[in-house]
């Protein structure tokens, strides 16, 4: 059996809000494996969101940006150990740098963009000044970029500790639809989906579902066959939940996303879909 480490507690833990004692309880149980875990404390009710990870301690800024055409995104997480250096000016004016250098080159890589030169520097040799400058961890933890032949919208909440990049397929839009696209920003934001539509979904996460649900109805006292119908009437839920499109939309509970985008390929004159988006909640594991 795989030795279960505090480390290994105190990741389970963050993941799911699950107690300590539960927690290494679940990872004896799956012999260490830390998703078998997850599953366990669902299943047995101790964990309460084992899917949300905004429970995690790390301070900093996420900021997205886009490219003045709509053409490129980008999405940069900066981590610190304290929320004062989080909010001092020269890490945001840090972050901001490292965004515009990342946002304005081929770069894909960690060591390549902190490589990126900057006037007479560096994005390495900046960060060594922060460094110097606060005598605390701070590091580039997340980056992501999106490069489309249509649109990318982005939105920073306020306070900066989440932002969301959402890449549509239609060229040009006008004021009326960029407004319609940060509104779907924003859902992704509030909301936080998983997939775009229901078909990304896969056989094996909707069995898992389905089992999750099943034990939990037969642990409420349902007969086995009364839990199963219980189980597959979930999904649907799931899916509403999950997938975007199927969301109802937070500033119009009558609408679906997908009436929402509907709307946009009307205004367009022409079919319109949402090819991708990031999410990114600082301290997320």
Same mark, same amino acid.
């Given at each position: 059996?795989?030795?279960?480490?505090?480390?290994?507690?105190?990741?389970?833990?963050?993941?799911?809000?699950?107690?300590?004692?539960?927690?290494?309880?679940?990872?004896?149980?799956?012999?260490?494996?830390?998703?078998?875990?997850?599953?366990?404390?669902?299943?047995?009710?101790?964990?309460?969101?084992?899917?949300?990870?905004?429970?995690?301690?790390?301070?900093?800024?996420?900021?997205?940006?886009?490219?003045?055409?709509?053409?490129?995104?980008?999405?940069?997480?900066?981590?610190?150990?304290?929320?004062?250096?989080?909010?001092?000016?020269?890490?945001?004016?840090?972050?901001?740098?490292?965004?515009?250098?990342?946002?304005?080159?081929?770069?894909?890589?960690?060591?390549?963009?902190?490589?990126? =030169?900057?006037? /007479?520097? *560096? &994005?390495?040799?900046?960060? !060594? @000044? #922060?460094?110097?400058?606060?005598?605390?961890r701070i590091e580039l933890r997340r980056y992501d970029k999106i490069k489309t032949e249509g649109y990318i919208a982005e939105y920073v909440h306020a306070g900066s500790k989440l932002a969301v990049l959402v890449e549509i397929s239609a060229p040009n839009p006008n004021d009326t639809v960029k407004s319609m696209v940060r509104d779907i920003t924003m859902q992704i934001?509030?909301?936080?989906?998983?997939?775009?539509?229901?078909?990304?979904?896969?056989?094996?996460?909707?069995?898992?579902?389905?089992?999750?649900?099943?034990?939990?109805?037969?642990?409420?006292?349902?007969?086995?066959?009364?839990?199963?119908?219980?189980?597959?009437?979930?999904?649907?839920?799931?899916?509403?939940?999950?997938?975007?499109?199927?969301?109802?939309?937070? =500033?119009?509970? /009558?609408? *679906? &996303?997908?009436?929402?985008? !509907? @709307? #946009?390929?009307?205004?367009?004159?022409?079919?319109?879909?949402?090819?991708?988006?990031?999410?990114?909640?600082?301290?997320?594991?």
């Open positions: 059996m795989s030795q279960i480490t505090p480390q290994m507690v105190k990741t389970l833990r963050e993941k799911t809000g699950a107690g300590m004692g539960d927690c290494k309880n679940a990872l004896t149980e799956a012999n260490g494996e830390m998703e078998g875990a997850i599953e366990i404390l669902r299943k047995k009710g101790a964990a309460t969101a084992a899917k949300r990870a905004d429970r995690a301690s790390n301070e900093g800024m996420i900021i997205a940006r886009t490219s003045a055409d709509g053409k490129i995104g980008i999405i940069v997480e900066l981590n610190s150990e304290t929320d004062f250096v989080a909010r001092n000016e020269a890490f945001e004016q840090h972050i901001n740098t490292i965004a515009d250098a990342y946002l304005n080159s081929e770069a894909s890589h960690h060591d390549d963009i902190m490589a990126l =030169k900057v006037g /007479n520097d *560096t &994005i390495l040799g900046l960060h !060594n @000044e #922060i460094l110097a400058k606060f005598s605390e934001a509030a909301m936080n989906p998983q997939y775009i539509e229901r078909s990304q979904v896969t056989a094996e996460t909707i069995a898992k579902e389905i089992e999750i649900y099943k034990e939990l109805a037969e642990k409420e006292g349902k007969k086995p066959d009364i839990a199963e119908r219980i189980a597959t009437g979930r999904i649907e839920k799931f899916y509403q939940e999950t997938c975007l499109m199927e969301q109802a939309f937070v =500033k119009d509970s /009558n609408k *679906t &996303i997908k009436d929402v985008v !509907n @709307e #946009i390929s009307k205004e367009m004159g022409t079919d319109v879909k949402i090819n991708s988006f990031r999410r990114f909640f600082l301290g997320e594991v």
